[in-house]
Structure formats: structure tokens, C-alpha cells
Nanobody, 116 residues
Framework: VQLQASGGGLVQAGGSLRLSCAASGRIGRFNTWNWYRQAPGQQRELVALASNTGDINYADFVKGRFTISRDNAKNTVYLQMDSLLPEGTGVYYC???????????WGQGTLVTVSS
């Protein structure tokens, strides 16, 4: 399985972006898609996740502003980011973890820059 992330770019504070992450290859039936963010000089942190059972969770710092969604038919996950803040600047990575078969796959990252 390979993941291809896209949708990053430069946006003003308060603006919106929609990230996409498409998987090629078969993903295990039991899976969780994750979006992470790595700000400059910071560790990578979890932003949002969506499991195949319908569980969705967000980091506190994005609740109410970001929305994660899945299109299982297209093997694609999205992250709609609204009301972006300058501290949202960073590289966003998608990740899928699955079992049957077991996998832990990362995309290449897409850069989001939020100007103040």
C-alpha cells in the first residue's frame, strides 16, 4: 500500500484547505486513518482519526474547525480544515494502520502554511 497526500498550500489565517490522501493497494478490513501534523521544530502530533467502525476523534486544538472523512470506495481520506490559524502551519501526514493484513503506512506529507 502507498499513500499519496495532496491539497496543501498557502492560505491566510481564517481560510480553509482540504487535504486528500489516496491509497493505492489493498487496505486491511479493520483500519484507522490518521492525519498528523508536524510544525517547524516540533514533534509530529495527531490531528484527527477515523476508523472503519465509524469512530472519529480530533485533537483539542482542531475541534470544531477540522473535519475528517473517508471515502472507502475510493480508498481516500480527507481533512477539511476551516478557520485555519497561523499555528496550523506545518507538514501534514496521512497514515493508515490496519490488520488483516497488518500494515502501518505513511504518506509523504503535504505542506500547509497559514499566514497571519
Amino acid at each position: 500500500v502507498q499513500l499519496q497526500a495532496s491539497g496543501g498550500g498557502l492560505v491566510q489565517a481564517g481560510g480553509s484547505l482540504r487535504l486528500s490522501c489516496a491509497a493505492s493497494g489493498r487496505i486491511g478490513r479493520f483500519n484507522t486513518w490518521n492525519w498528523y501534523r508536524q510544525a517547524p521544530g516540533q514533534q509530529r502530533e495527531l490531528v484527527a482519526l477515523a476508523s472503519n467502525t465509524g469512530d472519529i476523534n480530533y485533537a483539542d486544538f482542531v475541534k470544531g474547525r477540522f473535519t475528517i472523512s473517508r471515502d472507502n470506495a475510493k480508498n481516500t481520506v480527507y481533512l477539511q480544515m476551516d478557520s485555519l490559524l497561523p499555528e496550523g502551519t506545518g507538514v501534514y501526514y496521512c497514515n493508515v494502520v490496519s490488520i488483516l493484513p497488518t500494515a502501518d503506512v505513511w504518506g509523504q506529507g503535504t505542506l500547509v502554511t497559514v499566514s497571519s
